[in-house]
C-alpha cells in the first residue's frame, strides 16, 4: 500500500459512512428506473422517502427494520416534513400542489389516516414545508411566494380542541418571489424568497424584512437556537452572494457579515467510507464564491450547506470552516442531530455522521474495519496527537490495531503508524526505553512542580502509583499537587511553623513497606535511598532529587516552564468547539490559565531563582497571614453588618476591594509598558492571545469571584471596572492593543476609567518618542503637521496623541481629526469626549460634511456599525443645540404653529440619518424619538414612509402651514376619506382660537394659514370645483367660503373646457392625418403586395372608425 498522505491541520471531525442504504433502497424498489426517491426528510425516529409513484416509506432509524407505507394518488412527492416534537405526524407535498398530513396512530397501534387535504396551493409547486415547533401547525410555501398555514385537528386532541378550529388554512403572506426554505422557532417563522428573506411573528402578525440588500437567486436561512442554560437569545443565519452569511438577531437586526471565501480555499477533506480508501490532496485551490441553496443547523454549533460540488459545515459564531468534503450531485439533505441523509440526482441516498476524529476511529475499530482505521489515523495524525483524542486512542488500541494489519501488504502504513505511536508517548530517554523492557510497562513525565506522572500504557499492569495507593490516572496533575499539599498541611502541627517544623515533620513521618516485591519494580532506575514507599515522602523526595541533580534550566526559561506547559494546553482546549462556544467553560480555561500567568509575573525580581525552600516557605507564610488578615476584615464586617443594617454596601464594597488586590502583586500603579523580564520566543504571540481574551471576557483574576447573593447589580460593576484598570496596567506588554481598544468601545461602555487607564498606557508608551516630547509646543496646525509627519496612521498610540490634542484645543481639534479617518473611528472619538458629548456631536457633523454631498448617506451608513447607533445617534443630534421645547410643542404635545420653520444645529445630520435605509422597527423608535424632541420635519419624513397619513395630516394642521400640503413633496390627500379627516381636522381647531396665533409673531406673517378656504381651493384644483363643492357641503363648510372660492371655481371650469376643447382638436387633426396616410395610393399598394401587413393594420383602421364616429356625434 502506498504512503498516506498527512493532514497539515489539525481537523477535529470529519464526514463518515459507516453503512451504505443501498440495500435499504433496494428492498423498497426505489432502486429501478420506474421508482426513484424523489424527497426525503428525518426525526428522532423516521426516515421518511417519497417516491415518484406517490408512495411514502417510513423507515425505523433503529434498525432500519420496522416500515411503513403511505400511497397517494396526486402525483409524486416532492417535500417531506416529520414532525420533530411529534413523531407521530408527517406532512408531504405532492406535485399537483396538494399538501396531505398524516397521523400514524403508532401509539395506538392502529392504521395510518390522513386528517388534513390542503388545496391551497393546487396547481403550483410547493417548495417548502415546515412544522410548527410547540404546536400541530404545517406551514406551505410554494413557487409563487405564497406562505400558508394549516392548523390541525387530531384525535388526540378531542372534539371540544377541534370545535376551536374553524379555519384550519390561513395565508400568513405572499412574497415577492419563490419561496426557497422556511423554518419556524419559538413563535417567529423565517422566509427565505428569491431575493430577500424575511421574518414573521405568527403571533402578533407582524412582519420584517431582514437586511436591506436585495439578492438574486436560491439563497437560504435557518434558525439558530441559543443555548437555555447560558440564557442566549436565537440568532438567524442567511444566506449571501459570494459565500457569505449574515448574522441576525431575534428581532431581525442584521449584526454582522460573516466571509467564508477565502477559508474554503483549502483542500477538502475526504469522507470516511468503507466504499473507498481516503484521499487527500495538499494542494489549495482557489477560493469559493458559492451560493448556500438552504441552510440546515446541525449538531448544536454548526451550520450546514451544500452545493452540486459538495457538503459545508461552518461554525459560523467563530467564522470558521469546520470542514468542507466532496460529496457530488446532492439534491437534497435532511438532518437530525449529527446524522446527515443525503438525496442525490439519480435517486441514491448516503447515510453520514459528523464526528469527532477518534471516535470515527473508534468506531472503525468496533467493526474490525483495520485498514480504513490506521489510514484515518495516519491522515489525521495532528488530531490524534491532540490532548483530547490521546485519552480516546490510547497507545494500546494503536498498538492492537497495528497487530492486525498484514506486515506484506500494508509495510508502508504499518511504519507510518509506529511513528505516529512514537509521537503519542512522553518524549524522555527512560520511558522511550520502557517499550523494550520486560519487566516494566510503565510510562512518565516529569511535571514543571517536580511529581513524576506515572502513566500504565496496558490495561494489566500496575504502575508504582497504583502500587501506592495514589489517584488514578483520570486526575489531572493539578489535582494529584493540591491533595498533596493539602495532605501534607493535614500533617503540620501548627499552620505557622517554619520551614524547619515541616522538615521533621517529613523526616520523622511513619513509613509503611508493603513488600519487596513494589522495590524490584523501580521504573526508571531511581536509587532506592530517594524513594520512599510513601507516596507522599515519596513526592516531596523527587522533588528534592529532581532541585539538586537534574540539570537546571536557565532562571527565566525554568520560571516561564509551566507557563509555557499551561499556556499550551489553554489554547489546545480552546480549539475545541464544545469549550469555544460554551461561555462557562471559556471562561473556566482562562482562569485557570491566568493563574499561572499571575505567579509567573508575580515577583518584581525577574534576575534570579531561589535555589532553597526557604523563600517559598516564606511566601506560603505570607499567603497563610493575608488570609487571615482577610479573615480578619471580614469578620469585622459582619460585625459591623449586624450592627447597622445600612453599612451593607461599604462593606461588601470594601471587602472587594481588599480582594481585588493579590499578595504577590505591587501595590503601585505603575504601568508595565515593557516585560520585566526575556519571554521565550513562541510564547508571546500565546500569551497576547491568552492575555487580550481574558479582557475580552472579563476574565481579570484568577481568585475572586463575586457570587454572594448580597452583591447588588452596580458593586459587581464597580469592582470589574477596577479589576479591569489593574489589569491593564499590569500586562499591558502583553496586550494586543487594537483588539482591546475595540473590546472596551463595546464591553466597557459605561465604564469610561477603564478607557482612561487604556489611554494613560499608551501615553506611557509614546512617551519614549521624542516627537511626543515635541507635540508639547506650538500651535494646531503645527502639532497636526508634526502628527502626520510622524506617526505611522496604523499605530495603535495615535488616539493617545489625539487625547493630548484634545486636551489641549478641545473642541476645534476634534473638528481637525477627521483626517485622521479610518485610523480614527468616530466610536474612538465618542469614547475620548464621553463627557462632552455636543463635541462629538461636532465632530460627526464636520466628518460627514467633508464627504461630497451625494456620498454623504452612503459614508454614514458605513459607519452605523452597529446598527443600535444610529438610534444613539439620532437621539444624541435631536438633544443639543436644538429650540427651546416650550416653543415647540404645547402642553398637550401638539406642535406649536410654525415650530417646523425654527432652526436646529444638526439638520441635515438628523435628516441623513432619519433617511438612512432601516428596519421597520428601527424606524417605528426612530419617529418615536423625532415625536418626543419636536423635530417636526424628521418625524413629517417618517410617517410618510410608515404610512401613518392620519397622524400626519393632524400635525400638519396643528403646525399650520399650507406649504406643507403644496408642491411636488407636499401633504395632498388621495383618498375621499383623507379630504374628509383633513377638513374635520380643521372644524375642531377652529373651536380653539388659541392655536390659530403663532407664538413667534416674526413668522406669523410667513407661511399661509390652513384654514377652509385654502384647503378648498387645493380641494378644487385637485379633484375639480363640482366635487369639491359637493364634499364641502356635505361637511357642512360652504357657507364659510368666500366670493375667491367662487371666482376660483369658475375659473377652473373655464380652464377644464379650454383643456377638452383642445384635447378634440388635437385627436381630430391626427384623424385626419392618419386617414390622409390610409388613403394615399402607395399605401393600398403595400396592402395589395403585403395581405400579412394590411392584416395586422386592421385594429388600428377600426379604433379611427370609432373615433370619427364619437367626434360626428358629438353637439
Known amino acids: 500500500m502506498t504512503f498516506v498522505p498527512v493532514i497539515p491541520e489539525s481537523y477535529s471531525h470529519v464526514l463518515a459512512e459507516f453503512e451504505s442504504l443501498d440495500p435499504l433502497l433496494s428492498a423498497l424498489r426505489l432502486d ?140 400568513i403572506t405572499t412574497v ?121 443547523h446541525l449538531s448544536e454549533h454548526c451550520v450546514l450547506t451544500w452545493t452540486v460540488r459538495g457538503i459545508y459545515i461552518f461554525i459560523p459564531q467563530n467564522v470558521q470552516v469546520l470542514l468542507w468534503s466532496e460529496v457530488k450531485d446532492i439534491q437534497d439533505v435532511a438532518v437530525c442531530k449529527n446524522e446527515l441523509f443525503c438525496l442525490h440526482l439519480n435517486g441514491k441516498v448516503s447515510h453520514l455522521s459528523l464526528i469527532s476524529v477518534e471516535r470515527c476511529v473508534e468506531r472503525l475499530l468496533r467493526r474490525g474495519l483495520w485498514n480504513l482505521a490506521a489510514c484515518t489515523c495516519c491522515l489525521f495524525q495532528n488530531s490524534v496527537i491532540a490532548s483530547r483524542a490521546r485519552k480516546t486512542l490510547t497507545v494500546d488500541k494503536l498498538e492492537h490495531l497495528k497487530s492486525q494489519l498484514d506486515h506484506a501488504t500494508y509495510s508502508d502504513l504499518i511504519s507510518q503508524l509506529e511513528e505516529l505511536i512514537l509521537k503519542l508517548e512522553p518524549l524522555d530517554s527512560a520511558c522511550s526505553s520502557r517499550r523494550s523492557s520486560i519487566s516494566s510497562h510503565e510510562s512518565f513525565s516529569i511535571l514543571d512542580s517536580g511529581i513524576y506522572r506515572v502513566i500504565s500504557s496496558r490495561r494489566g499492569s500496575q504502575s508504582d502509583e497504583d502500587s501506592c495507593s495514589l489517584h488514578s490516572q483520570t486526575l489531572s496533575e493539578d489535582e494529584r499537587f493540591k491533595e498533596f499539599i493539602s495532605q501534607q498541611e493535614e500533617d503540620l502541627p501548627d499552620p505557622c511553623c517554619g520551614s524547619h517544623a515541616n522538615e521533621d515533620n517529613v523526616s520523622h513521618a511513619p513509613v509503611m513497606f508493603e513488600t519487596d516485591k513494589n522495590e524490584t519494580f523501580l521504573p526508571f532506575g531511581i536509587p532506592l535511598p530517594f524513594r520512599s514507599p510513601s507516596p507522599l515522602v515519596s513526592l516531596q523526595a523527587v522533588k528534592e532529587r529532581e532541585d539538586k541533580e537534574v540539570t537546571s534550566l536557565p532562571p527565566e526559561e525554568d520560571r516561564f516552564q509551566e507557563l509555557k506547559v499551561a499556556t499550551t494546553q489553554a489554547m489546545t482546549k480552546l480549539q475545541d468547539p464544545l469549550v469555544l462556544f460554551e461561555p462557562e467553560s471559556l471562561r473556566m480555561v482562562l482562569q485557570e490559565w491566568l493563574s499561572h500567568l499571575e505567579e509567573a509575573f508575580a515577583m518584581k525580581d525577574f534576575s ?118 489593574q489589569f491593564l496596567k499590569k500586562y499591558f506588554f502583553l496586550l494586543d492593543l487594537k483588539r482591546v481598544k475595540e473590546s472596551i468601545k463595546l464591553s466597557y461602555t459605561n465604564s469610561p476609567s477603564v478607557w482612561d487607564t487604556f489611554i494613560e498606557g499608551l501615553k506611557e508608551m509614546a512617551s519614549s518618542n521624542p516627537v511626543y516630547m515635541e507635540m508639547e509646543e506650538g500651535d494646531l496646525p503645527t502639532r497636526l503637521k508634526l502628527l502626520d509627519a510622524a506617526v505611522p496612521f496604523d499605530s495603535p498610540v495615535l488616539i493617545a496623541y489625539a487625547t493630548r490634542l484634545y486636551e489641549k484645543f478641545g473642541e476645534s481639534a476634534l473638528r481637525s481629526l477627521i483626517k485622521f479617518y479610518p485610523s480614527i473611528l468616530p466610536s474612538d472619538i465618542m469614547q475620548l469626549c464621553h463627557r462632552h458629548p455636543a463635541e462629538f456631536l461636532a465632530y460627526l457633523d464636520s466628518l460627514v460634511k467633508s464627504r461630497p454631498e451625494d456620498q454623504r448617506s452612503c459614508f454614514l451608513e458605513s459607519l452605523l456599525q452597529p446598527e443600535s447607533l444610529r438610534l444613539d445617534w439620532l437621539l444624541l443630534a435631536v438633544s443639543f443645540d436644538a429650540p427651546p421645547i416650550t416653543s415647540i410643542m404645547d402642553d398637550e404635545g401638539y406642535p406649536r404653529p410654525h415650530s417646523h420653520l425654527l432652526s436646529w444645529g444638526y439638520s441635515q445630520l438628523i435628516l441623513h440619518l432619519i433617511k438612512l435605509p432601516a428596519e421597520f422597527i428601527t424606524k417605528e423608535k426612530m419617529i418615536d424619538i423625532c415625536r418626543s424632541c419636536g423635530f417636526w420635519p424628521g418625524y413629517l419624513t417618517l410617517c410618510l414612509e410608515l404610512e401613518r397619513r392620519r397622524e400626519a395630516f393632524t400635525n400638519i394642521v396643528y403646525l399650520n402651514d399650507m406649504s406643507l400640503m403644496e408642491g411636488d413633496n407636499g401633504w395632498i390627500p388621495e383618498t375621499m376619506e383623507e379630504w374628509k379627516l383633513l377638513l374635520h381636522l380643521i372644524q375642531s381647531k377652529s373651536m380653539r382660537p388659541g392655536l390659530q396665533e403663532s407664538l413667534n409673531r416674526s413668522l406669523s406673517d410667513g407661511p399661509s394659514p390652513i384654514n377652509v378656504e385654502n384647503v378648498a381651493l387645493l380641494l378644487a384644483k385637485s379633484m375639480g370645483p363640482d366635487r369639491a363643492w359637493s364634499l364641502l357641503q356635505e361637511c357642512g363648510l360652504a357657507l364659510e367660503l368666500s366670493e375667491k372660492f367662487t371666482r376660483t371655481c369658475d375659473i377652473l371650469r373655464i380652464a377644464e373646457k379650454r383643456q377638452s376643447f383642445r384635447a378634440e382638436v ?50
Open 32 to 171: 429501478s428506473s420506474r421508482l426513484k426517491c424523489t424527497s426525503i426528510a428525518v426525526s428522532r425516529k423516521w426516515l421518511a422517502l417519497g417516491s415518484s409513484g406517490g408512495g411514502l416509506h417510513l423507515v425505523q432509524k433503529e434498525g432500519w427494520k420496522h416500515r411503513l407505507f403511505l400511497s397517494h394518488r396526486e402525483g409524486a412527492i416532492s417535500q417531506i416534513a416529520c414532525c420533530l416534537h411529534d413523531d407521530d405526524y408527517v406532512a408531504v407535498a405532492t406535485s399537483q400542489g396538494l399538501v396531505v398530513v398524516w397521523e400514524l396512530n403508532q401509539e395506538r397501534r392502529g392504521k395510518p389516516e390522513q386528517i388534513y387535504v390542503s388545496s391551497e396551493h393546487k396547481g403550483r409547486k410547493v417548495t417548502a414545508l415546515c412544522w410548527d415547533t410547540a404546536i400541530l401547525r404545517v406551514f406551505v410555501g410554494d413557487h409563487a411566494g405564497k406562505v400558508s398555514a394549516i392548523k390541525l385537528n387530531t384525535s388526540k386532541q378531542g372534539k371540544a380542541a377541534a370545535a376551536f378550529v374553524m379555519f384550519p388554512v390561513q395565508t
Open 176 to 296: 415577492d418571489s419563490c419561496v426557497v426554505q422556511l423554518d419556524y422557532l419559538d413563535g417567529r417563522l423565517l422566509i427565505s424568497s428569491l431575493t430577500r428573506s424575511f421574518l414573521c411573528d405568527t403571533e402578533r402578525e407582524k412582519f420584517w424584512k431582514i437586511g436591506n440588500k436585495e439578492r438574486d437567486g436560491e439563497y437560504g436561512a435557518c434558525f439558530f437556537p441559543g443555548r437555555c442554560s447560558g440564557g442566549q437569545q436565537p440568532l438567524i443565519y442567511c444566506a449571501r452572494p459570494g459565500s457569505r452569511m449574515w448574522e441576525v438577531n431575534f428581532d431581525g437586526e442584521v449584526l454582522s457579515t460573516h466571509q467564508f471565501k477565502k477559508l474554503l480555499s483549502l483542500p477538502p477533506l475526504p469522507v470516511i467510507t468503507v466504499r473507498s480508501e481516503p484521499q487527500y490532496d495538499h494542494t489549495v485551490g482557489a477560493s469559493q464564491s458559492l451560493s448556500f441553496p438552504k441552510l440546515l
Open 608 to 725: 534570579a531563582v531561589s535555589d532553597t525552600d526557604n523563600s517559598s516557605t516564606k511566601s506560603n507564610q505570607d499567603v497563610l497571614l493575608v488570609n487571615e488578615s482577610k479573615k480578619g476584615i471580614l469578620d469585622e464586617d459582619n460585625e459591623k453588618e449586624k450592627r447597622d443594617s445600612l453599612g451593607n454596601e461599604e462593606t461588601v464594597d470594601k471587602t472587594v476591594c481588599e480582594c481585588v488586590r493579590s499578595p504577590r502583586e505591587p501595590l503601585d500603579d505603575l504601568f508595565q509598558i515593557c516585560s520585566p523580564c526575556t519571554i521565550p520566543s513562541g510564547l508571546q504571540n500565546d500569551l497576547a492571545e491568552l492575555t487580550t481574551l481574558c479582557l475580552e471576557l472579563n476574565v481579570l483574576n484568577s481568585k475572586i469571584k463575586i457570587t454572594s447573593g448580597h452583591v447588588d447589580h452596580t458593586l459587581q460593576q464597580y469592582s470589574s471596572e477596577i479589576l479591569a484598570c
Open 1066 to 1115: 388635437c385627436l381630430s387633426s391626427w384623424v385626419l392625418r392618419s386617414l390622409h396616410t390610409f388613403c394615399t395610393l402607395p399605401f393600398l399598394h403595400m396592402f395589395l403586395l403585403n395581405p400579412g401587413v394590411a392584416f395586422h393594420l386592421l385594429p388600428t383602421c377600426k379604433m379611427l372608425l370609432i373615433v370619427c364616429r364619437s367626434l360626428t356625434c358629438r353637439p
